[in-house]
């Protein structure tokens, strides 16, 4: 049922969009529509529960929603969100039930030439129950299928190697039992989430409502850092698992918790402690979470005695996420004349910076411009002859950050135009750029990089200032939010009220670049394009989401000029890349994988013959294996790499490089899996940390574009001296 506060924030989150969105919308029966097509989708985007009795009852909310919102003044009528909601849990566990029928019966049947449909997005919602236990009954048969596929040998299966029908079963009956608790734990306030979200989704894909356990993740997510114990967790059969500890945390500090202790119990302040088993991953870190300086109690099961209990008391501090920084390498090559060259390579997976949506000043202070800087300065001293920025899958973050990132590589003056609702435009410039490297630069962008990291990249290349390489264009997403704490505006309607009834991100301006192009859906288009699985995928990018806004231009900024330190030498870099990529055999397999991407999008439908399906894995299984043992077979990287964090940026030296070792073959099929890269052992409990190398064709191919743009370079240095 509605809470008491439900209507006041549902109110004023409409009016807010109303008044602040870019597009300047009134809330109509168009954005109704939109609304409400959102949020049935949110909980049904396969068009598997809702009937079209279903459907027809909620019809009236489709071009109404206005209304019952803003209807009444500060208080908007939110049933249609709780009734809509529990529907839905009830098909889910009528679907839930069901499928436990058919699963006790058995004898499923995989001879036929059924097929069952994989992709409902858009179809018809079922006519009636019949129908829809149909649709559930194809989706449980194909579940089942896949299963047995997975734990299967060969074909027919054999005494020894015959799967076993029970097991599979019962891990697909505590699937939907999962699901069912999960939907179960959700309370008013997520109820609340996603039919709020769904409005501002209605205006445009990237405003958001997020209530207070969302709010949190994207503080601590711009932030990189949170209050807490220091413990990464896991869920494993219904209990809460510490799967590691973070050095120097509060956890490792009180010597008192230990890896795979289970937590069935949180408490806090005053309050008596709250059973945690079975409960939801995310509710027990909300609960785990908290301000710096407070107490948590937590009742462990340790994992050497798992018959005791007992009680651990931390007191929570501020938890840097040193994972989630910048980290560059300095990656050492063969010059073939008996020397070496060097290249630095920064990994920027967003543009971080303190962000608080509480009203206090932010705790944390890491700023993505002032790591790379550190970053970028360690390896001119070490010798990197071109620095390599690599922005794939970066997703944004801090417009302020991603002006002073600009401003580490290009002199002072305009990064990026900012268009508001009434049409004024600004320029952002960065008048104090400390403009610490001028050698070759190189910025790599993915259809996952979007937002700020677009503003970079485009800013970089419009300057001329870097050559931009990747997939054939960035995401395109070139609006710009603003965060509204809601707190202020709301009064608790009760002494039960939350005492935090969210944040509005609202879209209130576009960005362009400066030479007047907006990157809204068309992204940044690289210099050099390469290869890549992404681009085959037809949903993702800002063109894939729904109410994205549209592209259009501006005047370019009158007092930028470029540097044109990449045009004089692009035409013969694309033709040596474009002659590599052609015989190269990792790019071969990444074109594969694009009409194996493309294939699949287009295929609505899947069978449920076990004999087909059991031939087309076979045949996939093949080429993979084929891949894998061609990618074992080949030599070790003739390159030497240094991993450099940013803690080592400021001590002297490099770190120990990098050690390629022979992975053992795997158990499951024997062929070796190629090499490993083993890092430096960590200072804390001196054991080695392994990743397994897969190749990056995109990332090789740009260290050998780099590689010719630093001697082009230098050569056109040696000109412009003897010129001068």
């Not at 999960?182 to 989704?201: R, T």
């Not at 407070?294 to 929570?316: C, G, H, Q, Y």
């Amino acid at each position: 049922m509605p809470g008491p506060n439900d209507g006041n924030v549902s109110y004023i989150t409409a009016r807010l969009l109303e008044e602040f969105h870019y597009s300047q919308r009134p809330f109509d029966a168009d954005i109704s529509k939109k609304f409400y097509d959102a949020y049935l989708d949110y909980f049904d985007p396969q068009h598997l529960y809702f009937l079209q009795s279903d459907i027809a009852e909620f019809s009236h909310y489709r071009t109404n929603l206005d209304l019952l919102t803003l209807g009444s003044h500060g208080q908007a009528d939110v049933r249609p969100a709780y009734k809509v909601f529990n529907r839905f849990m009830e098909r889910l566990q009528q679907r839930a039930d069901y499928a436990n029928q058919l699963l006790e019966k058995g004898n499923f049947n995989f001879n036929t030439d059924e097929q069952v449909p994989i992709d409902r997005k858009g179809a018809l919602y079922p006519k009636d129950l019949d129908e829809a236990k149909n649709l559930w009954r194809e989706q449980l048969l194909y579940q089942f299928l896949q299963e047995k596929l997975d734990r299967r040998e060969n074909f027919p299966a054999t005494a020894s190697s015959a799967t076993n029908l029970a097991d599979i079963a019962q891990t697909i009956q505590h699937r939907y039992e999962r699901e069912v608790r999960a939907f179960h734990e959700l309370d008013g306030g997520d109820v609340m989430q996603a039919y709020l979200d769904s409005l501002a989704h209605a205006y445009d894909p990237h405003s958001d409502y997020m209530n207070t356990e969302h709010s949190q993740d994207f503080s601590i997510s711009m932030s990189l850092s949170l209050g807490g114990i220091g413990a990464e967790l896991g869920w494993e059969d219904g209990y809460c698992k510490i799967q590691s500890l973070v050095p120097g945390g509060p956890a490792e500090k009180s010597n008192q918790l230990k890896q795979n202790d289970k937590i069935v119990a949180v408490s806090q302040g005053g309050h008596a402690p709250v059973d945690v088993v079975n409960m939801e991953l995310s509710r027990i870190v909300q609960l785990i979470r908290g301000p710096k300086g407070t107490e948590v109690r937590l009742t462990i099961i340790p994992a050497v005695d798992p018959t005791s209990r007992r009680v651990v008391k931390l007191v929570r501090a501020e938890i840097t996420l040193h994972d989630e920084e910048a980290k560059a390498e300095l990656v050492e090559s063969p010059d073939g004349h008996g020397g070496t060259n060097r290249i630095g390579v920064i990994h920027v997976p967003q543009f971080y910076a303190p962000v608080s949506l509480s009203g206090n000043s932010p705790q944390a202070t890491n700023y993505i411009s002032v790591d790379v800087a550190q970053l970028v300065q360690k390896l001119t001293e070490e010798g990197a002859g071109g620095i390599i920025l690599d922005l794939r899958g970066n997703p944004g973050g801090s417009l302020e950050e991603a002006i002073q990132f600009v401003g580490l590589f290009v002199t002072n003056g305009p990064v990026v135009q900012i268009r508001s609702p009434e049409g004024h435009i600004l320029a952002e410039r960065n008048e104090d750029a400390p403009d610490i490297y001028h050698g070759p630069l190189m910025v790599l962008v993915s259809r996952l990089s979007a937002s700020a990291s677009e503003i970079v990249a485009a800013a970089l290349q419009d300057y001329g200032r870097a050559l931009i390489v990747g997939d054939t264009s960035s995401f395109g997403k070139g609006t710009v939010q603003n965060l509204t704490p809601l707190a202020p505006l709301v009064w608790p309607a009760s002494e039960t009220a939350t005492n935090d009834p969210g944040t509005v991100k609202i879209t209130i301006r576009k960005f362009y670049r400066i030479n007047g192009a907006s990157t809204q859906l068309k992204g940044v288009v690289p210099d050099i394009v390469l290869p890549d699985s992404l681009s085959a995928r037809n949903d993702i990018g800002e063109n894939a989401l729904p109410n994205a806004l549209p592209w259009d231009t501006i005047p370019a900024a009158p007092d930028y000029m470029s540097v044109n330190e990449v045009q004089p030498y692009l035409n013969d870099l694309r033709k040596a890349s474009e002659e590599r990529v052609v015989t190269n055999q990792d790019f071969a397999y990444v074109r594969q994988d694009m009409a194996e991407v493309k294939k699949l999008q287009s295929q609505k439908t899947d069978t449920l013959n076990e004999r087909k399906a059991w031939d087309e894995k076979e045949k996939i299984d093949k080429e993979n294996k084929a891949r894998l043992k061609e990618i074992a077979s080949r030599k070790p990287p003739q390159l030497t790499i240094y991993p450099i964090t940013i803690a080592d940026a400021a001590q002297p030296g490099l770190p120990p490089p990098v050690k390629f070792i022979k992975a053992p073959p795997t158990l499951e099929n024997s062929v070796p899996q190629g090499f490993v890269a083993v890092y430096p052992p960590n200072e804390i409990n001196n054991s080695f940390s392994t990743n397994a190398i897969s190749p990056d064709p995109t990332l090789e191919e740009s260290e050998r574009i780099m590689r010719d743009y630093i001697a082009r370079w230098s050569l056109g240095q040696s000109e412009i001296a003897t010129h001068e």
